[in-house]
């Protein structure tokens, strides 16, 4: 599971989770994936609802913490404001921004 966040409020916040990615895609991602090198903005473990919405789950959820990296997605018009309602599609990594240059859409009414 890839787990996306975005800067807000000077905080990188989880902001949602993509579909599950073809092969293809998990090796093109697992090679910009690496340990943090420093104390990481999430903790290990999250509320189910965090990453999965309003699913029927109530186990927490264990995440493999790594050095942030952005990735271009595609989303749908539905963003809260702090969330995505809907699942992510992976489109490519993109190496040569950080996370504090991207910025969250515009809220939907």
Request: hydrophobic letters at 40%.
């Amino acid at each position: 599971m890839v787990v996306a966040g975005l800067p807000i409020d000077g905080e990188l916040r989880i902001v949602g989770r993509a579909a599950p990615l073809s092969r293809v895609e998990t090796r093109e991602l697992a090679k910009h994936l690496h340990p943090p090198t420093g104390t990481h903005p999430w903790p290990a473990t999250v509320k189910s609802a965090t990453v999965n919405g309003f699913g029927a789950s109530r186990d927490p959820v264990d995440l493999t913490l790594v050095e942030p990296v952005v990735v271009e997605v595609s989303a749908d018009a539905a963003w809260s404001g702090t969330a995505f309602r809907h699942l992510l599609r992976y489109v490519r990594v993109r190496p040569e921004l950080y996370p504090e240059e991207v910025s969250p859409p515009p809220a939907t009414a």
